[in-house]
Nanobody, 121 residues
Framework: QVLLVASGGGLVQAGGSLRLSCAASGLTVSSYAMGWFRRAPGKEREFVAAISRSDGSTHYADSVKGRFTISRDNAKNTVYLQMNSLKPEDTAVYSC??????????????WGQGTRVTVSS
């Protein structure tokens, strides 16, 4: 059974930082493309960031580029999302995902439960 357990969300002021963690079990994060999606209140789910399984290359939504960093710790089988310079529009539930090939809105094998991030102005 694959489990992706996200943690690290919370309430933070605009301009602050948070680090989300996604602890995986039932799969090896280095063998999967891993990523993060988010869903803001009243909005569609959107892609945030991904890290490839092959060479560890990273990809970001334009809205978070330069502020967020995705990484993985193979020894801990965990993926992280470092979020800096947070804005109120980053408020959302963030979910960790995994895919055997590539993370995209139409290609996700496994979804984890979300962790809520609230950014106050």
């Amino acid at each position: 059974q694959v489990l992706l357990v996200a943690s690290g969300g919370g309430l933070v002021q605009a301009g602050g930082s948070l680090r989300l963690s996604c602890a995986a079990s039932g799969l090896t994060v280095s063998s999967y493309a891993m990523g993060w999606f988010r869903r803001a209140p009243g909005k569609e789910r959107e892609f945030v960031a991904a890290i490839s399984r092959s060479d560890g290359s990273t990809h970001y939504a334009d809205s978070v580029k330069g502020r967020f960093t995705i990484s993985r710790d193979n020894a801990k089988n965990t993926v992280y999302l470092q979020m800096n310079s947070l804005k109120p529009e980053d408020t959302a539930v963030y979910s960790c995902v995994a895919d055997s090939v590539i993370v995209s809105p139409t290609s996700v094998d496994y979804w984890g439960q979300g962790t809520r991030v609230t950014v106050s102005s």
